[in-house]
């Protein structure tokens, strides 16, 4: 689970560039998820529910990146899970916010 945990910070991540970059709106690169909400929050205000769900997925992109090493602490079920939620509606969100024909 903790490559898995990994991809649901990605996922997250880039629906959220691909919200500004669909804005025209410069971003850094960082991997800072609250940066980017606050960022798409000044153009879409329901981005900052997203919030919460930022400081939880921000810490997964070095956490688990690099797994092998036995003393590595891995990732539980539920917060797998709670990763899992909170990816999916980010990028939910971030899919309603494009235009019907942008959209998946």
Not at 40 to 53: N, Y
Not at 62 to 85: K, L, V
């Amino acid at each position: 689970m903790d490559v898995a945990i990994y991809h649901c910070q990605q996922a997250a991540e880039k629906a959220m560039k691909a919200f500004l970059q669909s804005q025209d709106e410069p971003f850094a690169k960082t991997h800072n998820l609250r940066a980017l909400v606050i960022q798409a929050a000044a153009l879409e205000r329901g981005f900052a529910a997203f919030e919460g769900p930022a400081d939880i997925l921000t810490p997964y992109v070095s956490a688990f990146r690099y797994p092998g090493g036995a003393e590595e602490p891995t990732p539980t079920r539920e917060e797998f899970d709670e990763a899992r939620c909170h990816a999916q509606a980010i990028y939910d969100f971030v899919v309603r916010q494009l235009p019907a024909e942008a959209r998946p």
